[in-house]
């Protein structure tokens, strides 16, 4: 009988890319407007872009995190110096048939962050210990405009501790970021900053925010929430004015404490990271993915 043979969950993933545009990806929730704006003033402290210089990371490594354990790599070809033939005892079959083929495998659910170059975070930040597992991602949260996530490392006992960057007058607990597959390669940053206790932040994902309806303007210089308020200058490099399309493969993430704008890890108290979940970017009306 002839063996089947290996479909890699990299390739998998590649396919699911390549049709992205295509793809849809959502479920209930319902829409509310207001986009965000740069997430200092999200939380009413008095804190200015210091305008830090982006980065790029070295050559993609492999992960030594937990988040290497369903990550884009591919697994082994299995193939064997022989296999056995009709003489061998496989059973024949029917000319008149056609074998059943074998369903492809789910697309994976992490992605290593050594192979996602980052920008306006701290150098070493996919060397920092995953000591949290993403296990709820919300969009639309409860109808309402933003980003929620659920980590162990969320709420006490053992929670992240609190930082205030300089120049601000309240805390910040987490930054919470994107991974972007552009060009065949990943990119991210963490950028949205939340203090604790605060449920969602960074809009709608999905909404253009002139039109104030569902983004269509997908891909660089988009009019769209990610591209206009969260990575849109220069400090984001292949990041700054894209936009995921409705249903793209997009990688989910967050670090203690304060990441935007700090190249060092100096606001970030025990320099922690969760691992990085792959999603769906969703439409206006959001959608839930758990873990």
């Not at 597992?133 to 933003?146: K, L, N, P, R, S």
Request: glycine content about 14%; charged content about 15%.
């Amino acid at each position: 009988m002839s063996r089947k043979p290996f479909v890699s969950l990299a390739a998998c993933l590649g396919a699911a890319l390549g049709l992205a545009a295509a793809d849809g990806c959502s479920s209930g929730g319902t829409a509310s407007l207001g986009p965000v704006t740069d997430a200092a003033p999200h939380d009413g402290a008095t804190k200015a872009d210091t305008g830090a210089g982006a980065f790029h990371d070295a050559a993609p490594l492999a992960d030594g995190g937990a988040d290497d354990a369903a990550s884009l790599s591919d697994g082994p070809s299995g193939d064997s110096s022989s296999s056995p033939g009709p003489d061998e005892g496989a059973p024949a079959v029917d000319a008149g048939t056609t074998p059943e083929a074998s369903p492809p495998p789910p697309p994976p659910t992490s992605l290593a962050l050594h192979d996602c170059t980052l920008f306006d975070n701290a150098v070493d930040l996919a060397d920092w210990p995953v000591t949290t597992q993403i296990t709820d991602v919300e969009f639309q949260y409860q109808g309402a405009d933003g980003v929620h996530v659920e980590f162990s490392k969320q709420n006490d006992p053992g929670s992240w501790p609190d930082v205030t960057p300089p120049g601000w007058s309240g805390s910040l607990q987490y930054t919470l970021g994107f991974c972007e597959y552009i060009g065949g390669q990943w990119y991210g940053s963490a950028a949205i900053q939340y203090w604790r206790g605060l449920e969602q932040m960074g809009g709608n994902v999905a909404q253009d925010i002139v039109t104030m309806g569902q983004c269509a303007a997908f891909g660089a210089n988009s009019t769209c929430q990610v591209a206009k308020n969260w990575y849109y200058d220069g400090r984001w490099g292949n990041l700054e004015g894209y936009q995921p399309a409705t249903g793209e493969w997009i990688g989910v993430f967050v670090a203690a404490g304060n990441l935007r704008d700090v190249t060092d890890g100096s606001q970030s108290p025990v320099q922690e990271r969760s691992n990085v979940v792959l999603v769906q970017m969703p439409d206006i009306n959001g959608a839930t993915y758990t873990f």
